[in-house]
């Protein structure tokens, strides 16, 4: 199985910065698209950010201009960098990762199957 491990993340000041790390591991052919994701108490999750093999990258509206993404294809590897923090950006953040893996086919051969990976998470507070 494919696996997801965040880093980062913590308590920060509102106007501070924090980064959030991700990296997937496993019987791993592909990393397609990485993402961040955050859950805030009663509230669903949502998407924060997204960014595609190829380095495109979409956001949601309210963290446009203060959060970036970015990704190392080589450590299927993807960091959240976070400034301006927000009261309202208190949330859980989570890691998923999707693509392609190997898993055994048969006696001796391999095959290729899609996978979907989520992190545990990690919480980010901002508060005075």
């Known amino acids: 199985q494919v696996q997801v491990v965040e880093s980062g993340g913590g308590l920060v000041q509102p106007g501070g910065s924090l980064i959030l790390s991700c990296a997937a591991s496993?019987?791993?052919?592909?990393?397609?698209?990485m993402g961040w994701y955050r859950q805030a108490p009663g509230n669903q999750r949502e998407l924060v950010a997204i960014?595609?093999?190829?380095?495109?990258?979409n956001y949601t509206d309210s963290v446009k201009g203060r959060f970036t993404i970015s990704r190392d294809n080589t450590r299927d590897a993807v960091s959240l960098q976070m400034n301006s923090l927000k009261s309202e950006d208190t949330a859980v953040y989570h890691c998923?990762?999707?693509?392609?893996?190997?898993?055994?086919?048969?006696?001796?051969?391999?095959?290729?199957?899609?996978?979907?990976?989520w992190g545990q998470g990690t919480q980010v507070t901002v508060s005075s």
């Open positions: 960014i595609t093999s190829g380095g495109s990258a």
């Open positions: 998923h990762a999707e693509g392609s893996m190997w898993t055994p086919h048969g006696v001796d051969s391999m095959a290729l199957t899609d996978f979907t990976s």
């Open positions: 496993g019987p791993i052919f592909r990393v397609n698209n």
